[in-house]
């Protein structure tokens, strides 16, 4: 955040775009393993905060997105026959699938998966959103690629513009896939303006923006929890 991360096709939001990527050191596959395994922790207790669903879990939810839990709201996904698809679903089920998705994401990840480009500034990571348009599960470990820059080594691991909800922002711009499994990311977009893109994200949640589930930011604040 804070014009941070890459934009999710593959260009930097300040600067030009790193293209050299350097060879996968020792530290590079440290780092990237204790974050990628703190990416699945973050995802594993929001899974079950959405499962377990008491007051504290909703009135925590509804304080993130502004959203209550069973307000409708947009899910995008494409499909063989359709590029861009609409379908109405509580808010509560599209975080819920959402995660499912990222989850089976990350499982599929390893430290092929991650591109280093820590030699680059101005960003922490970036991705192609298109690469799981009609690509078989059973290729995501083969096949899916983030970039991973220099901002990414010094960010903390759990919380505010940390490792493990930079990886969530990231995946969560993967293409939604509908074919013959639900598969792939939340179709997210960066949507930024004059301001920073965090107080763009609260402006959407103090709104109550449509939108807000389709922006990575606002996604992304899910992800900043901590374990205890």
Known sequence: MNNRKGSSVSTT?????????????????????????????????????????TKKEQDEFRKIFGFDGNEIVDDVYSSPSITKGM??????????????????????????NFNNLTDCGNYYAKVSETQTIALDISKYSTTLKI???????????Y????????????????VR?????DAGGMSTDDITGNKKPREIAIKMRDKKDPQLFLNSYNIEMYFEKSPS
Not at 93 to 112: A, E, F, P, V, Y
Not at 159 to 174: K, P, Y
């Open 13 to 53: 939001r300040k600067g030009a775009a790193c293209v050299k990527k350097v060879q996968v050191t020792d530290r590079f596959k440290k780092m990237m393993l204790e974050a990628h395994r703190a990416q699945k922790i973050v995802l594993a207790m929001r899974a079950n905060d959405l499962s377990l669903w």
């Open 87 to 112: 379908e109405k679903k509580k808010a509560k089920d599209l975080m819920k699938d959402g995660i499912r998705r990222l989850q089976l994401l990350c499982n599929s990840l390893s430290i092929d």
């Open 147 to 157: 970039d991973i820059g220099q901002k990414f080594v010094n960010a903390p691991l």
């Open 159 to 174: 919380g505010i513009d940390s490792q493990a909800c930079t990886l969530c922002h990231e995946l969560s711009h993967f």
């Open 177 to 181: 896939y509908v074919g013959e499994v």
